[in-house]
């Protein structure tokens, strides 16, 4: 339960300000996802990143900037959010030594975001 | 756009009997499957997956069966018990550039004791 972490959990925030979202896994995997959760739809893939490097941005809004300092974490920079926005993000890493794996995805428990 | 159908999006059942969640995808290159469960306010967990060479697997009373000619998978929980209620999502691998998975919308099961 405790491979990937993300803080904060829980964070409500106006149209206006700036937050950031954090991940980090302690599997020793490459690769890392955002995904984004809202009610009744599949999850959504945003980012992918593979030995820091990002590999796939799925046409998400750039009010939405994704960094990736070292394989282990991953943020996920928030500002001048939309209501609409307000979902669950959840982070999930893989082992991923190639780029072009299939190996599991493991999720972090998610920061459940709220835009005023 | 490639995407993976899930069905049904609710199911009830009582417990002891057993229940089925079919997923239907559409790239046929695709070659993993994931099952991942998901209990309210925590993260979805891999509960059993099965590769493309393999037609069934099972693991105690979990079981995923894959038809590759149909391009469709489905979940089988025998016995169920109270504590299977959860969320299950099905998903399947897509080759982009990178691989990534494309998930269903899941299916919201309740076991009723």
Known sequence: ?116 | GENVEQHPSTLSVQEGDSAVIKCTYSDSASNYFPWYKQELGKRPQLIIDIRSNVGEKKDQRIAVTLNKTAKHFSLHITETQPEDSAVYFCAATIDSGTYKYIFGTGTRLKVLA
């Open chain 1, 1 to 116: 339960e405790t491979g990937v972490t993300q803080t904060p959990r829980h964070l409500v925030m106006g149209m206006t300000n700036k937050k950031s979202l954090k991940c980090e896994q302690h599997l020793g995997h490459n690769a890392m996802y955002w995904y984004k959760q809202s009610a009744k739809k599949p999850l959504e893939l945003m980012f992918v990143y593979n030995f820091k490097e990002q590999t796939e941005n799925n046409s998400v809004p750039s009010r939405f900037s994704p960094e990736c300092p070292n394989s282990s974490h991953l943020f996920l920079h928030l500002h001048t959010l939309q209501p609409e926005d307000s979902a669950l993000y959840l982070c999930a890493s893989s082992q991923d030594r190639t780029g072009r794996s299939t190996d599991t995805q493991y999720f972090g428990p998610g920061t459940r975001l709220t835009v005023l």
